[in-house]
């Protein structure tokens, strides 16, 4: 699968910012999705991660509250609405599938085989 992460901008903080990530393929459905973000000097960090229905979601401490990843399988399509940005959410952001995640590294970026190629979010203060 090829996953396509776009929507990414200049915001300000305090305010709000959806990015989708489209994927290639017929088996969309079948990928765990999640969203890791990487700031300048960074190493990357989990954002958010959803299970294959939808049903069940994992978010970051940082992101808890204010960000919400869904998705659209009927669309090849996952999702992260952010909501009440802040300046410390500047980062590249990008979207991450595999099919056969082990639900102990939904959070490890290792544990993704399938990777986007990152969408920038600036949020100015």
């Known amino acids: 699968v090829q996953l396509q992460a776009s929507g990414g901008g200049l915001v300000q903080a305090g305010g709000s910012l959806r990015i989708s990530c489209t994927a290639s393929?017929?088996?969309?459905?079948?990928?765990?999705m999640g969203w890791f973000r990487q700031a300048p000097g960074k190493e990357r960090e989990f954002v958010a991660a959803?299970?294959?229905?939808?049903?069940?979601?994992y978010y970051a401490e940082s992101v808890k509250g204010r960000f919400t990843i869904s998705r659209d399988n009927a669309k090849n399509t996952v999702y992260l609405l952010m909501n009440s940005l802040k300046s410390e959410d500047t980062a590249v952001y990008f979207c991450?599938?595999?099919?056969?995640?082990?639900?102990?590294?939904?959070?490890?970026?290792?544990?993704?085989?399938?990777w986007g190629q990152g969408t920038l979010v600036t949020v100015s203060s």
């Open positions: 991450a599938g595999d099919p056969n995640l082990i639900t102990s590294r939904t959070q490890d970026p290792s544990g993704y085989d399938y």
């Open positions: 393929g017929r088996t969309f459905s079948s990928y765990v």
């Open positions: 959803i299970r294959r229905s939808g049903g069940v979601t």
